[in-house]
């Protein structure tokens, strides 16, 4: 089983941080770490404030987020990296020692996309978060259920 769950985007602003506290919500925090990460953060940018306020108004906070760059140390066996869109699981397979990388859709079965709401009206973000939401319900499952013999994509 994972240990850890990475959330991997551009900036890991808006999607990443949604998607891990969702996560961390979802799930027991000591059976899995979880985590967002970016692939360019040139600082440690606080999460936009849209997908902040969008938490926040579900009972969701995460005051002291700030955005992290992927690294190759991230990688490990037990470590689960989760993308939004296949391009950026290519990105992120061409990492030196990456493994263990999936599309969140692909591993949950959803047929849309996760939209990036970054730059969007507040009702985009609210549209993410549910869309999210949905989708690491069934993200849970498949951590819960061992995903290589429970999910298609691992």
Excluded at 102 to 130: R, S, W
Aim: hydrophobic share 40%; glycine share 6%; charged share 25%.
């Amino acid at each position: 089983m994972f240990k850890k769950v990475i959330f991997v985007g551009r900036r890991a602003t808006c999607r990443e941080p949604m998607a891990m506290a969702l996560l961390q919500k979802e799930m027991p925090y000591d059976l899995v770490e979880v985590c967002a990460r970016g692939l360019v953060v040139l600082f440690a940018e606080p999460m936009n404030p849209k997908a902040e306020e969008v938490l926040a108004s579900n009972g969701i906070f995460l005051p002291d987020y700030r955005a992290c760059q992927l690294v190759p140390e991230d990688f490990s066996e037990d470590t689960l990296v989760v993308t939004f869109h296949q391009d950026m699981k290519e990105k992120v397979m061409d990492m030196e020692g990456a493994q263990n990388i999936v599309v969140l859709t692909d591993v949950t079965g959803d047929e849309l996309e996760i939209i990036d709401p970054y730059g969007g009206e507040l009702l985009q973000y609210e549209i993410c978060l549910e869309t999210l939401g949905n989708s690491i319900r069934k993200l849970v499952q498949c951590l819960q259920n061992d995903m290589n013999g429970y999910c298609p994509a691992v």
